[in-house]
């Protein structure tokens, strides 16, 4: 026994190492001898476990995607109702733009680099569609209790949410803005269209409850049904 890491545990240190680098200095001001000085190892190394920036910065997101999934799932769980469980899904996404803005540059440092690189935009459709395929079986869930208003996939409704998200936080960079009353206003729509579901089945969506998920507060349940 000699104390050194596995070479999946050394790679993933080195991952969430260079994750930290990163999203401190940002994917243009930082070189692979600076992540490799700053946590430890060789830059042989570093290049021996993933080639080039762009392998790394893709290995980076694919962590920072899995653990956001992750956040998200939790977060739902925690919530039965489906209204309920659309709110703490949309509101994940609005905080996790308040909080770690760098998230998100570096998802679109990815998206940026996946588009020009066909070798790397393979492993950015697959984390694309493995986010969209998440929210499709959530928007599945919620519908064995809610009818969809309307005949539309969860997989197109999957990737509208997901492009929305995403391009919220896009265009609030740009605009130094700090998105939150767009992700509301996101939030009202995929809550009114849930909402449209369950009046349509007969069941009441009370005002006062409608708003209080809107705007953070659980309030009591006045829907029923």
């Known amino acids: 026994m000699t104390g050194e890491p596995e070479p999946e545990d050394r790679r993933a240190q080195i991952t ?3 994750a930290a680098v990163l999203s401190r200095q940002g994917y243009d001001a930082t070189s692979m001898k600076e992540i490799a000085d700053e946590i430890g ?5 570093l290049h021996y476990y993933f080639g080039t920036k762009e392998d790394l910065l893709t290995e980076v997101v694919r962590l920072q995607h ?6 998200w799932r939790r977060a739902m769980a925690e ?6 469980r659309v709110a703490a899904g949309m509101r994940r996404a609005s905080d996790k733009f308040r909080s770690d803005p760098q998230f998100w540059h570096l998802q679109f440092d990815m998206y940026a680099i996946g ?6 935009r393979k492993r950015l ?15 599945r869930r919620v519908t064995e209790e809610v009818p969809m208003p309307m005949p539309v996939p969860p997989e197109d ?8 998200v995403d391009g919220i ?26 909402a449209l579901g369950m009046m349509s089945a007969g069941r009441e969506v009370g005002a006062e409850h409608f708003m209080a998920l809107l705007y953070g507060s659980p309030g009591p349940p006045t829907a029923s049904g």
């Open 115 to 120: 588009l020009r690189t066909p070798r790397l």
């Open 125 to 139: 459709r697959a984390m694309v569609r493995d986010l969209v395929q998440q929210i499709a079986e959530e928007v």
């Open 157 to 164: 409704i999957a990737l509208a949410i997901a492009g929305a």
């Open 16 to 18: 969430r190492g260079a």
């Open 169 to 194: 936080a896009l265009l609030a960079t740009v605009t130094d803005d700090d998105g939150q009353g767009a992700y509301r206003a996101l939030l009202a729509l995929v809550l009114s269209f849930t």
């Open 79 to 84: 919530e039965g109702a489906p209204l309920e």
């Open 66 to 71: 899995d653990e956001l999934i992750q956040e």
């Open 41 to 45: 190892v060789s830059s042989g190394l």
